[in-house]
């Protein structure tokens, strides 16, 4: 829609007012690039799930150990659920992470949990395409800006029941992996991280846009985890999300999880992430505990 409201006066002014980066990511404890790189020189493969296309895979990490994400016959988009092994209701944090880090993530981003947490579950020890930066259209990798392809949009759009868009497959993963109910299950599922998925705003419009992805058989991100972790991985119907998305059309390719378990000896002083020390109270005197 066209604006209907004229500009005031000073609309040139009030537009230059120069921009301000919302939250001091500095004030954070800085990624020990020396620690990392210590822990992912002395590790060893333990053990790995293949998530097959147009499906999802559950998969746990224990704090401490490290996982990847793989690319394995072909570009292939993957997208990415993280939740405490120990309570589900404290899970990765999408739009967070987005506003701490920027809208794609790479080497040394954390990936936060949801409140009143609001830890660090996986911090980004590795990235194979850390090469590709943002390109003309504005474009990058691993985005945090979309949310995961679900069957309700895709009604709403075609009048048409798919059934294995990202949201599905992770519903069905967790079902499978943890005996949930349909219904428990699907309200566990949420925003996730875009592996390997090259997103952007178009530079009219500012919408979402996607393109096909750069990742090549061979390439990966890793993660460490900070906490105990359970993942859910979906290899997105979308393939490498060039064209469409949401239905068969599209060539899909599996994904590959591998889990890493470092020397105890490299994570000597390490402590796992604690949750953060806000008091709760939200300004009530009294509050149950
Ligand atoms: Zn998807």
Same mark, same amino acid.
């Given at each position: ?133 943002? #390109? ?7 985005? +945090?800006?979309?949310? !995961?392809? %679900? =069957?309700? @949009? ?93 239905? #068969? ?7 590959? +999880?591998?889990?890493? !378990?470092? %020397? =105890?000896? @490299? ?23």
């Amino acid at each position: 829609m066209p604006p209907v409201h004229p500009e005031p006066a000073d609309a040139a002014a009030r537009r230059s007012v120069p921009p301000i980066v919302c939250y001091r990511v500095e004030q954070l404890p800085p990624y020990d690039a020396a620690f990392y790189g210590q822990v992912r020189r002395h590790m060893h493969k333990v053990s790995e799930v293949r998530v097959a296309p147009r499906d999802a895979g559950t998969f746990e990490v224990p704090a401490g150990h490290l996982f990847r994400i793989c690319s394995v016959e072909g570009p292939q988009v993957g997208d990415l659920n993280l939740w405490n092994a120990h309570d589900l209701n404290e899970r990765f944090f999408s739009g967070k992470t987005r506003q701490l880090h920027a809208t794609h993530v790479s080497t040394g981003d954390r990936l936060w949990s949801s409140l009143p947490w609001l830890r660090p579950l996986a911090t980004i020890t590795h990235d194979t395409l850390d090469w590709y930066g943002f #390109d003309a259209d504005g474009a990058g990798v691993h985005d +945090v800006i979309g949310t !995961r392809c %679900d =069957p309700y @949009t895709n009604h709403r759009l075609n009048g048409v029941d798919y059934h294995h868009c990202c949201h599905s497959n992770l519903t069905r993963a967790l079902v499978q992996s943890r005996g949930l109910s349909l219904a428990e299950a699907e309200c566990h599922v949420h925003d996730v991280l875009n592996v390997f998925m090259c997103t952007g705003f178009s530079h009219g419009s500012h919408q979402y846009f996607m393109k096909a992805s750069p990742v090549r058989p061979g390439d990966f991100i890793e993660f460490f985890a900070e906490t105990d972790l359970l993942g859910a991985l979906s290899a997105c119907p979308g393939g490498d999300c060039g064209s469409s998305h949401s239905d #068969d059309t599209t060539p899909c390719h599996p994904l590959l +999880v591998e889990i890493y !378990r470092p %020397d =105890p000896v @490299t994570l000597k002083g390490w402590q796992g992430a604690t949750p953060s020390g806000y008091d709760g109270s939200h300004g009530l005197a009294a509050h149950p505990a």
